[in-house]
Nanobody
Framework: QVQLVESGGGLVQPGGSLRLSCTAA????????MGWYRQAPGKQRELVAT???????NYEDSVKGRFTISRDNAKNTVSLQMNSLKPEDTAVYYC??????????????WGQGTQVTVSS
C-alpha cells in the first residue's frame, strides 16, 4: 500500500504565500507524474499543476506565474509554492501521484486534502 501525506495549508491574506508539500510512503518502486488538484465548495475538482518525472511542468491558466510545482524524487515528495494568492484560490488542495509499486502494479494515489483559505 501507498499513502500520501499532505501538509502546509492554512489561512492567508490576499497577496500572501503558502507552500504545500506531499510525501508518499509505502511499497514504492518509482513515481511517474505528480500533481496538485483543488476543489472549491460546490465545484468539481480541477487540475492546478502537474510535473513529470523529468520535471516537465504544466499549469492551469489562472495560476501561471503565481504557483510553482516542484518535486524531489529521492524523497518521493511534491511541493506547490503559491504566491500572490487570491480569494478565488480558496479550496481544498489534493496531491496526486502515479506510482509503480514493488509488485509492478501502477496506480494513482491521492492525498487526504488540505484546506487553503485566502481571506482578509
Amino acid at each position: 500500500q501507498v499513502q500520501l501525506v499532505e501538509s502546509g495549508g492554512g489561512l492567508v491574506q490576499p497577496g500572501g504565500s503558502l507552500r504545500l508539500s506531499c510525501t508518499a510512503a509505502g511499497r514504492i518502486f518509482s513515481i511517474n507524474a505528480m500533481g496538485w488538484y483543488r476543489q472549491a465548495p460546490g465545484k468539481q475538482r480541477e487540475l492546478v499543476a502537474t510535473i513529470t518525472r523529468d520535471s516537465i511542468t504544466n499549469y492551469e491558466d489562472s495560476v501561471k506565474g503565481r504557483f510553482t510545482i516542484s518535486r524531489d524524487n529521492a524523497k518521493n515528495t511534491v511541493s506547490l509554492q503559491m504566491n500572490s494568492l487570491k480569494p478565488e484560490d480558496t479550496a481544498v488542495y489534493y496531491c496526486n501521484m502515479n506510482v509503480l509499486g514493488l509488485t509492478w502494479v501502477r496506480s494513482d494515489y491521492w492525498g487526504q486534502g488540505t484546506q487553503v483559505t485566502v481571506s482578509s
